[in-house]
């Protein structure tokens, strides 16, 4: 899993049953010091996240996971909103970030 | 999962039996602004995606989860067709 910022959201009504209702969100991925690096995701909501928020997401078959009951395509899901950016603590950084 | 536009169609007939009245598209993964990325893929079309301009493609064993491909020798599904995509605007203090 890995912390990244909400950046925009991706509109689809012609989809997969089971990405009905759900929300599409665009992902910009942050290294350990919440800088943006690599390229954005997308990646499907399972927590309620919004626009800008610091979120984290998981891959892979296990992405499907939040959605136990349908089968859902989706290899990339976010499956937590971090509080605020204070809230993540890098002991390394002298400053807090 | 990634936006990819469709290049073109793929005919098999001699395929996995599990394959038949699968339709087989092209597709290149696009980054958001809309500027190719070097990859191409074939995948398989769950929506009838035809020739729109972007859709929406999953990837990995998340692919047999797609409509109708369950227990499938496919490992790249198209799930949606994208109607509009919205950015946030960079914020300024960065």
Redesign the interface.
């Known amino acids: 899993m890995q912390l990244a910022r909400v950046i925009g959201n991706v509109v689809s009504t012609v989809k997969n049953k089971s990405l009905r209702g759900r929300k599409i969100m665009i992902v910009q991925n942050l290294d350990e010091k919440l800088e943006p690096v690599g390229q954005p995701l997308v990646a499907l909501d399972a927590a309620g996240c919004g626009m800008g928020e610091l979120v984290f997401w998981c891959r892979g078959k296990e992405a499907a996971f939040p959605f136990k009951r349908d089968p859902t395509p989706t290899d990339c899901t976010i499956v937590a909103i971090v509080d605020s950016d204070e809230h993540v603590n890098n002991f390394e950084l002298k400053t807090k970030n | 999962?990634?936006?990819a536009r469709i290049l073109g169609t793929v005919v098999s007939t001699q395929k996995d039996e599990r394959l038949r009245g699968k339709k087989l598209l092209v597709v290149k993964p696009i980054?958001?602004d809309g500027s190719d990325r070097d990859d191409y893929v074939v995948a398989v079309d769950?929506?009838?995606?035809g020739f729109?301009e972007r859709v929406?493609i999953?990837?990995?064993?998340?692919?047999r989860?797609?409509?109708g491909?369950?227990d499938c020798p496919v490992d790249t599904?198209i799930?949606?067709?994208?109607?509009?995509?919205?950015?946030?605007k960079p914020?300024k203090k960065?």
């Open positions: 999962m990634r936006i980054n958001i769950t929506v009838g995606a729109h929406l999953v990837g990995g064993s998340s692919a989860m797609a409509e491909n369950k599904a799930v949606g067709v994208i109607d509009s995509i919205e950015l946030t914020d960065k």
